[in-house]
């Protein structure tokens, strides 16, 4: 509401003094969200989508703040005389930070700042998604140490936020995570060019893909730049989220296989998820 009265007190000063600019400023506002109201396209009706088709309104909505807060400061300073210059829009920053969502999207750690559980609804009593009534004990265990200390590598998973219950699990250990592929190295691509959905290859051509929170199980100089100390196989996602959906279906028996011949027996296992150490030497010796 306040940055709504901002703009609307910018857009008085520009109908009195621009009115032909603040006639240009809206139509270019209003023309994208109108043609998406009418066009109404596919998931327009989630918050963030919606946000996304509408940014031109953003540049807008801030040029009219901003002329409102510059006013005000000339406004002050005919009063007081000696107002510091940049105070009012110093304070109108720092109240919309503090009263909006980036503090608690930006706790630390936080790997799913645009996970659904912080992005669709900005209110969690209108977000309708809820975490899971218990989380596997390991997690639990892991949040007695302290906190952002050690890294997680999560694998598999599935990049649709609505059936992803990764973040839940970090908001209850506090622990930095980062997701692990496992699409067998030797498989050919499928037709999307992609081993797995939401996977990409092993050995991109050119090495085009660096991401610091995305590594391949069997990349073990991967685990160690990234600092990897635990790597949680999880065995079925598909009975863990909660969904009925092939896309979940993955075979994770071989990478168990492997692990345990690589790093001996798992540190934690259960019926949802197998961890495995692989900070400590690997079974049978040899370096890392």
């Known amino acids: 509401m306040a940055l709504v009265a901002l703009v609307l007190a910018g857009g008085l000063v520009l109908a ?8 240009l400023l809206a139509a270019m506002a209003l023309a994208v969200p109108v043609a998406i109201l009418a066009a109404r396209p596919v998931s327009v009706d989630e918050p963030i989508v919606a946000a996304r088709y509408c940014l031109v309104v953003l540049p807008v909505a801030l040029l009219l703040a901003a002329v409102a807060l ?23 920053v720092v109240g919309l930070f503090v009263a ?20 669709y609804a900005y209110d969690p009593a209108r977000l309708d998604w809820r975490c899971p009534p218990e989380v596997p004990r390991f ?3 892991l949040a007695t140490r302290p906190p952002a200390s050690l890294r997680l590598l ?47 290859p092993l050995l991109a051509p050119g ?34 989220m909660g969904v009925d959906s092939a896309d979940y279906r993955v ?3 071989p990478w168990l296989a ?11 296992e259960d019926g949802a998820v197998v961890v495995f150490d692989v900070d400590r030497p690997p079974a049978g010796g040899g370096a890392r």
């Open 70 to 92: 510059a006013r005000g400061e000339q406004w002050l300073r005919a009063r007081i005389g000696a107002w510091p210059p940049g105070t009012l829009t110093a304070l109108a």
């Open 207 to 240: 090495r085009s893909f660096r991401f610091r929170n995305f590594v391949h199980v069997s990349d073990e100089p991967g685990l160690r730049r990234r600092g990897i100390r635990y790597v949680v196989f999880h065995r079925s996602l598909e009975e863990e």
């Open 154 to 200: 999560e694998a598999p998973w599935w990049h649709a936020w609505e059936n992803v219950y990764f973040p839940c699990y970090q908001q209850v250990h506090r622990q930095y995570m980062a997701i692990g592929f496992v699409a067998p190295p030797e498989r050919a691509a499928s037709p999307s060019g992609l081993p797995r959905a939401a996977e990409l």
């Open 16 to 23: 009195r003094e621009r009115p032909r600019l603040l006639a």
């Open 258 to 268: 492997y692990y345990r011949s690589r790093y001996g027996t798992p540190v934690y």
């Open 100 to 119: 909006g969502p980036l503090p608690r999207l930006h706790a630390r750690p936080n790997n799913w700042t645009h996970h659904g559980s912080f992005q």
């Open 139 to 141: 997690y639990r265990e």
């Open 251 to 253: 075979d994770i028996a």
